[in-house]
């Protein structure tokens, strides 16, 4: 992180820490997971046996969220636990009165900030709406206040860090594993060779603005990985939205007459304007045969289509759009040209 968002993020809200547990947000990687000796079994319907291996994609995902929470909050109370014994240790070594106290004098050892770096910061943030009306003395407190309590995040994250590569920090509960999923092509348009290294599908709704903005990051992937990624559309159209599935329709007929991709491109840069003049503008941007693909959006072919895709996707656990599968395995949210960049590297090559 840069030093202007960092900063940034400091003035709009970094929060007080909460004894020792205030930096504990999110998942913890650097724990060892233990192997996990968990039955198969799930269940039974009325007599009939349920194992994970029966569960749908959407099924399984949600049993690996429900688990990663389990996790993250079984880490947390191990790390937890862990500083409170390293505090404890730490008062008694420096024969201070208190926890609270111990863990003021560590911060204070180890999370200084110099007067040159509060300065620099000053300067580069002084029109900032929470410094611009503070005297330059009351600004100084608020940037080092804010630079203290980011260092002392980052000096708790190496407390634990150091406590786990020395091996005295374990967690027995098994880490969970990400199913991943099979996740098919539904006969769908795709760019890219069927036998690359990575497919990537989507399920989207052509009057979503965040899949809109993806757009230009999925082209970009093709490019940069030419060869190497396939990327797969799938419509999952959201019932609230009443132009998805018209504009889907549209993109399948244009798909009919070869011009798919050059439709799906027309489309979200008109995400917001979706109707028949759209449709008719598309046709004639196009050169498509007006009459064949007016036919063809009358029809029900491309509609069971798109119900098709949406279907599947409600049996992948797709609830909102966009949706991304690499490999089998679900994006978190967030989709970036780094988040797609992170994923296809870590996977292995085709053998």
């Not at 997971?33 to 569960?55: C, E, N």
């Not at 911060?107 to 300065?119: C, D, I, T, Y």
């Not at 990575?198 to 993806?214: G, K, L, N, S, W």
């Not at 093709?222 to 797969?232: L, M, S």
Request: charged share 25%.
């Amino acid at each position: 992180m840069n030093t202007k968002v960092s900063f940034a993020v400091s003035l709009v809200g970094v929060a007080a820490l909460s004894g020792v547990a205030g930096y504990l947000l999110g998942k913890h990687p650097h724990v060892v997971p233990q192997s996990s000796s968990s039955s198969d079994a799930v269940g039974t319907v009325r007599g009939a046996s349920i194992s994970r291996s029966q569960l749908t994609g959407g099924e399984a995902f949600r049993v690996y969220e429900a688990e990663t929470q389990v996790y993250n909050a079984m880490t947390r109370i191990i790390e937890e636990r862990y500083m409170d014994a390293f505090f404890d240790h730490y008062m008694t070594e420096k024969k201070l009165p208190s926890r609270t106290a111990a863990q003021e004098a560590y911060f204070h050892e180890n999370s200084s900030v110099p007067e040159s770096r509060v300065l620099e910061v000053v300067q580069q943030f002084g029109s900032d709406d929470r410094l611009k009306n503070l005297s330059p003395e009351d600004q100084k407190k608020e940037v080092r206040h804010a630079l203290e309590m980011q260092q002392s995040q980052n000096t708790l994250r190496t407390l634990v860090q150091n406590a786990k590569r020395k091996g005295e920090i374990s967690v027995a509960f098994p880490e969970p594993i990400e199913p991943a999923l099979e996740v098919t092509d539904g006969g769908n348009p795709s760019v890219g060779p069927k036998d690359a290294k990575v497919t990537i599908v989507e399920f989207a709704d052509y009057e979503c603005p965040f899949c809109a903005r993806v757009v230009p990051t999925l082209w970009d992937l093709t490019k940069k990985y030419e060869g190497k990624v396939r990327w797969v559309f799938r419509d999952y159209p959201l019932p609230f939205h009443k132009n998805s599935v018209p504009a889907a329709i549209a993109a399948n007929c244009a798909g009919v007459q070869g011009k798919y991709f050059e439709a799906h491109n027309y489309l979200f840069e008109h995400h917001t304007q979706l109707n028949e003049d759209t449709y008719k503008g598309l046709a004639e941007t196009l050169k498509l045969d007006a009459t064949a693909f007016n036919t063809c959006r009358a029809g029900d072919e491309q509609k069971k289509e798109v119900e098709a895709d949406y279907a599947a996707g409600e049996k992948l656990g797709v609830n909102g759009t966009p949706t991304y599968f690499v490999n089998g395995k679900r994006m978190k949210p967030g989709a970036s040209m780094e988040t797609f960049t992170e994923m296809i590297d870590q996977e292995p090559a085709k053998k």
